[in-house]
T-cell receptor, first 114, second 114 residues
Framework: DTEVTQTPKHLVMGMTNKKSLKCEQH?????MYWYKQKAKKPPELMFV???????INESVPSRFSPECPNSSLLNLHLHALQPEDSALYLC?????????????FGPGTRLTVL | AQKVTQAQTEISVVEKEDVTLDCVYE???????LFWYKQPPSGELVFLIR??????QNEISGRYSWNFQKSTSSFNFTITASQVVDSAVYFC???????????FGKGTRLSVIA
């Protein structure tokens, strides 16, 4: 089973709202990732968690706050977003944070910021 | 520095035609890994293949085949007898041995017309 699940599938929020994106995997993977993808562009890495610790933050604005409560769950807390943050947010996981390991992606959350 | 180039932005073919998607990569490492992902309109990135730099054997999986040539730094993807369900954006990606983030090409949008 190579399934990564994400909720919600769609999210519309105002610039003053606080919301969270959720990601879950049950493959026993120890690395989890958040990507942001704008239309007609490749995914851009935002954060990497390895063994539940944040190992990479690609200079993401503080209005995005990741959290890894346990090895199966990854959250992305959103606060005071801007319209330009509207995008597809993809979660991925891999066995470990090694270049040999394949990243498996979830279906994404389509976020619209009004 | 790592780089992946997918020169074909969009390709349109008629169903049952064969189509090849090009991928050219750059890396200074001798150990690296190449990937292909498919992203249908639903948004999820679907893993197709991983190849390491020491394995130059071509691979075939059903209608899909991959041609890896280190001499030209290319990892091309061919779909034989294309079907409408193959319509998607296809990304080639590269990861080296230094645990650096996955580097994606810009993607090729394939449209298969019935």
């Amino acid at each position: 089973d190579t399934e990564v699940t994400q909720t919600p599938k769609h999210l519309v929020m105002g610039m003053t709202n606080k919301k969270s994106l959720k990601c879950e995997q049950h493959m026993g993977h120890r690395a989890m990732y958040w990507y942001k993808q704008k239309a007609k562009k490749p995914p851009e890495l935002m954060f990497v968690y390895s063994y539940e610790k944040l190992s990479i933050n690609e200079s993401v604005p503080s209005r995005f706050s990741p959290e890894c409560p346990n090895s199966s769950l990854l959250n992305l807390h959103l606060h005071a977003l801007q319209p330009e943050d509207s995008a597809l947010y993809l979660c991925a996981s891999s066995q470990d944070r090694l270049s040999t390991d394949t990243q498996y992606f979830g279906p994404g959350t389509r976020l619209t910021v009004l | 520095a790592q780089k992946v180039t997918q020169a074909q932005t969009e390709i349109s073919v008629v169903e049952k035609e064969d189509v090849t998607l090009d991928c050219v990569y750059e890396t200074r490492d001798t150990t690296y890994y190449l990937f292909w992902y498919k992203q249908p309109p639903s948004g999820e990135l679907v893993f197709l293949i991983r190849r390491n730099s020491f394995d130059e054997q071509n691979e075939i999986s059903g209608r899909y085949s991959w041609n890896f040539q280190k001499s030209t730094s290319s990892f091309n993807f061919t779909i034989t007898a294309s079907q409408v369900v193959d319509s998607a954006v296809y990304f080639c990606a590269l990861s080296d041995s230094g645990n650096t983030p996955l580097v994606f090409g810009k993607g090729t949008r394939l449209s298969v017309i019935a």
